[in-house]
């Protein structure tokens, strides 16, 4: 039971030391995006955007990315309706989909503070 309790107490000291690393990252993630908000607007307004910007060993450049936005059921269904006029057939093949997804399961301990916490 003492190994137990041992093993409870690194485990709630990891996740506030994680907790804190994930407060201090998500500040620094806002103040890059701020920076990066800037530099994108000086680029773009000084019509710079094909130009590479080299800086000791770091070479930097403007670039555009377009992704895809998520496959959802919704979007499923909805062009299934578009292209087969039988709403039998499309809530079959939904209910195929659904069925066919794979289920990825992890097993873990979660962490819920309270008041007063019980004590092992």
């Not at 955007?49 to 998520?70: C, H, I, M, W």
């Not at 079959?92 to 007063?116: E, F, M, V």
């Amino acid at each position: 039971m003492a190994a137990l309790k041992n093993n409870i107490q690194k485990w709630l000291s990891y996740d506030e030391h994680l907790a804190q690393l994930n407060k201090r990252a998500k500040e620094t993630r806002e103040q890059k995006d701020t920076i990066e908000k800037n530099i994108l607007a000086f680029l773009e307004t000084n019509k710079l955007q094909g130009r590479k910007f080299k800086l000791n060993d770091v070479n930097l450049s403007y670039s555009q990315t377009e992704t895809a936005a998520p496959l959802t059921m919704k979007i499923v269904k909805e062009t299934l309706e578009k292209h087969i006029r039988n709403p039998q057939a499309v809530e079959t093949l939904i209910t195929a989909i659904i069925d066919t997804r794979k289920a990825n399961r992890k097993t873990n301990i979660s962490l819920k503070k309270t008041k007063a916490a019980a004590s092992v």
